[in-house]
């Protein structure tokens, strides 16, 4: 791998996974790994960026794939996806009916809300109400303040809720989980397809290279998670981060790759997002 001169435009969020991740190559500690050139941006920043081609790599929702893959590859390695790491729905109220209510959510291309609204087709008989947009660190105090009746949370909000007096209703993890026996796809590392395979392989070695520089030594990465962090506790980042970066941020796999494919193909059949093509989410 020969790095280039041009620095790639790359933009992430500043949540610990992707801090974490990211902090070798950004910092220059993966050999001849192309120099980065990063913007921090929240999720639903950077699927509107997917969609309009702009920067070379971002970090995405699942969800937004079938808008973007004609320009774009999936990366096997660098995003988020797991077990037992869905996306929250928050209520003032332990057992609150979320029918006809409005719900607060990061995006509505995320995959939080593809699966949130896989969630409520089979629990909410009546539907929910409005769906409001906002940055996910102003749901949880939308929520207590009764500005929503109900939030979807991400991040580290699941480890803060209850310190704002809120209560879980359900775990859309859990209800993917339980319904399909696959992992949770969340966030996925797209680069263009411009790059020309050649790159695009470098860009895996390069982010592969990153994940396990950081699981070799945790504490090179500490001042830039905490530096950017939301939630500036280390205990919360450290829980973050276990949960978020796992083996198939390494590599997809088998396992992840029929994820994603589950969720999408899914999501297609309640009309949801458009089809995947055959082997748009093949890499090179």
């Known amino acids: 791998m020969t790095a280039p001169t041009e620095s790639l435009q790359i933009a992430y969020s500043p949540c610990p996974n992707d801090t974490f991740v990211f902090d070798a190559w950004a910092h220059g500690r993966v050999?001849?790994?192309?120099?980065?050139?990063?913007?921090?941006?929240?999720?639903?920043?950077?699927?509107?960026?997917?969609?309009?081609?702009?920067?070379?790599?971002?970090?995405?929702?699942?969800?937004?794939?079938?808008?973007?893959?004609?320009?774009?590859?999936?990366?096997?390695?660098?995003?988020?996806?797991?077990?037992?790491?869905?996306?929250?729905?928050?209520?003032?109220?332990?057992?609150?009916?979320?029918?006809?209510?409005?719900?607060?959510?990061?995006?509505?291309?995320?995959?939080?809300?593809?699966?949130?609204?896989?969630?409520?087709?089979?629990?909410?008989?009546?539907?929910?109400?409005?769906?409001?947009?906002?940055?996910?660190?102003?749901?949880?105090?939308?929520?207590?303040?009764?500005?929503?009746?109900?939030?979807?949370?991400?991040?580290?909000?699941?480890?803060?809720?209850?310190?704002?007096?809120?209560?879980?209703?359900?775990?859309?993890?859990?209800?993917?989980?339980?319904?399909?026996?696959?992992?949770?796809?969340?966030?996925?590392?797209?680069?263009k397809r411009s790059l020309g395979d050649e790159r695009l392989q470098d860009l895996a070695r390069a982010a592969r290279a990153s994940v396990r520089a950081a699981w070799d030594d945790p504490e090179a990465s500490r001042p830039y998670v905490l530096e950017h962090a939301q939630e500036m506790d280390p205990k919360v980042a450290d829980q973050h981060i276990g949960l978020y970066v796992n083996e198939f941020t390494a590599d997809l796999g088998d396992d992840g790759y029929a994820a994603v494919r589950g969720l999408l193909t899914r999501a297609a059949a309640e009309g949801l997002v458009p089809p995947l093509g055959p082997d748009s989410l093949d890499f090179p």
């Open 31 to 191: 050999p001849d790994a192309p120099a980065l050139d990063v913007t921090f941006a929240d999720i639903d920043i950077t699927n509107g960026m997917a969609e309009r081609g702009e920067f070379d790599v971002l970090k995405v929702s699942y969800a937004v794939l079938p808008y973007v893959l004609d320009k774009y590859a999936l990366l096997p390695c660098g995003g988020a996806l797991g077990r037992g790491c869905g996306p929250l729905v928050l209520t003032r109220e332990a057992d609150a009916d979320l029918t006809g209510r409005t719900v607060a959510v990061p995006s509505e291309r995320s995959t939080a809300y593809l699966l949130f609204r896989l969630w409520a087709a089979d629990t909410v008989a009546g539907g929910v109400g409005e769906i409001v947009v906002m940055p996910f660190h102003e749901i949880m105090p939308a929520v207590r303040d009764g500005k929503v009746d109900a939030g979807l949370v991400i991040h580290e909000a699941r480890f803060t809720y209850q310190n704002y007096g809120l209560h879980k209703l359900a775990d859309m993890g859990e209800h993917w989980e339980r319904t399909t026996g696959l992992p949770i796809p969340l966030g996925a590392i797209i680069a």
